[in-house]
């Protein structure tokens, strides 16, 4: 069965990086899209941005140009997402998600547990 | 890019129907047919309900549906029931393979 086991909580401190990791598992990894995707406390879900494990091609939301990079080690399966000049603003769960089929990149049919980043001096 | 407006909350008795919109534009909703819905309890990842805006993936109840007019996309849960209580959102392929999330509605069962 499909599973994406993500890394653990983080606490940082502002302008620090963090990078969280998503370790997948029960299909072929380089077969489909991942995304990030995120969530401060209380508020919604924020995409974040997308990969093609196949090639590491990747597509960012306008918001996280230039901060945030995802890559994947497909020896691994284990997709990452760097996140750099950390603010209080950041402080969320981020999930890494996988697309539904192997034509498809809008569609989260998978999902991680989640990684709690905390932002805080 | 803004994101897709829903209404904060919505209700309804056990056994109602109750319709969420999601309300986009002509770069998202309105251009694609690639519209999904998510329901989140609390502290869990979200779910993937609907996609390409009716399509329910295996093991959805078919008591829910989704459906699609102009810019504005609509989810319907019928025969409401206690466990469908949950946050819910939409999403939309946005062109340049950008992906955009509604605001989110807190669905209550009275």
């Known amino acids: 069965q499909v599973q994406l086991v993500q890394s653990g909580a983080e606490v940082k401190q502002p302008g620090a990086s963090v990078k969280v990791s998503c370790k997948a598992s029960g299909y072929t990894f380089i077969n489909y899209y991942m995304h990030w995707v995120r969530q401060a406390p209380g508020q919604g879900l924020e995409w974040m941005a997308m990969i093609n494990p196949s090639d590491g091609i990747t597509n960012y939301a306008q918001k996280f140009l230039g901060t945030v990079t995802v890559t994947r080690d497909t020896s691994t399966s284990t997709l990452y997402m760097e996140l750099s000049s950390l603010r209080s603003e950041d402080t969320a769960v981020y999930y890494c998600?996988?697309?539904?089929?192997?034509?498809?990149?809008?569609?989260?049919?998978?999902w991680g547990q989640g990684t709690l980043v905390t932002v805080s001096s | 890019q803004s994101a897709l407006t829903q209404p904060p909350s919505a209700s309804g008795s056990p056994g109602q129907s109750v319709t969420i919109s999601c309300t986009g534009t002509?770069?998202?909703?309105?251009?694609?047919?690639?519209v999904s819905w998510y329901q989140q309890h609390p502290g869990k990842a979200p779910k993937l309900m609907i996609y390409?805006?009716?399509k329910r993936p295996s093991g959805v109840p078919d008591r829910f549906s989704g459906s699609k007019s102009g810019n504005t996309a609509s989810l319907t849960v019928s025969g409401l029931q206690a466990e469908d209580e949950a946050d819910y959102y939409c999403s939309s392929y946005a062109g340049s393979n950008n992906v955009i999330f509604g605001g989110g509605t807190k669905l209550t069962v009275l």
């Open positions: 002509s770069s998202d909703v309105g251009g694609y047919k690639y």
């Open positions: 390409e805006v009716s």
């Open positions: 998600a996988r697309d539904m089929t192997t034509m498809t990149n809008d569609r989260f049919a998978y």
